[in-house]
């Protein structure tokens, strides 16, 4: 069921990503930069994961969460 949930959010989570200009949360791990944003979109509240080696390289999209 997260599954798919997951999966039906997946359009939201790209349009969060090409409209988003501020991320709410980074994170520094072994390493590796996470970055977290999060927003209302259709009536859910999701919040999509991003990756990168440092804060200038390329962002990998890593995850989407339904928050509710």
């Not at 409209?19 to 390493?31: K, N, P, W």
């Amino acid at each position: 069921a997260d599954k798919i949930r997951r999966l039906e959010v997946l359009p939201l989570a790209k349009k969060l990503l090409t409209i988003a200009t501020t991320y709410q949360e980074h994170r520094v791990t072994d390493g590796f930069h996470y970055y977290a944003f999060q927003a209302e979109m259709d009536g859910k509240r999701i919040k999509v994961i991003v990756s990168s080696k440092n804060q200038k390289s390329k962002k990998y999209f890593l995850s989407v969460i339904v928050l509710r």
